[in-house]
């Protein structure tokens, strides 16, 4: 049974920083790409940011650009979201969800294109 488990989740002032895991079993998570979004209340899931299999390329959403990095730890099947220079509009549940065909382009954004997804994990900034 394939289950990806995010974590790492927390409150932290704005200006913070937090790192997320997606951990993985029953799938070989290097051979995925991997795509973090997020939700806000009353908002749609957005797409934050991707790494790519392989190579490991990463593909980030402007509003993140420069400030959340994306990695891989092949060894421990895990993929992280590490966020620096928080503000309180990342507050949201942050989902993990896997790719077995890596996301072309705008593709990154599109949820259909994932085959797994985490249960999410609530990040809360503060002011």
């Known amino acids: 049974q394939v289950q990806l488990v995010e974590s790492g989740g927390g409150l932290v002032q704005a200006g913070g920083s937090l790192r997320l895991s997606c951990a993985a079993s029953g799938l070989t998570l290097s051979r995925y790409a991997v795509g973090w979004f997020r939700q806000a209340p009353g908002k749609e899931r957005g797409f934050v940011g991707g790494i790519s299999r392989g190579i490991g390329s990463t593909y980030y959403a402007d509003s993140v650009k420069g400030r959340f990095t994306i990695s891989r730890d092949n060894a421990k099947n895990t993929v992280y979201l590490q966020m620096n220079s928080l503000k309180p509009e990342d507050t949201a549940v942050y989902y993990c969800?896997?790719?077995?065909?890596?996301?072309?382009?705008?593709?990154?954004?599109?949820?259909?294109?994932?085959?797994?997804w985490g249960q999410g994990t609530q990040v809360t900034v503060s002011s």
């Open positions: 969800a896997a790719a077995y065909l890596t996301p072309d382009g705008s593709n990154w954004h599109d949820i259909g294109k994932y085959d797994y």
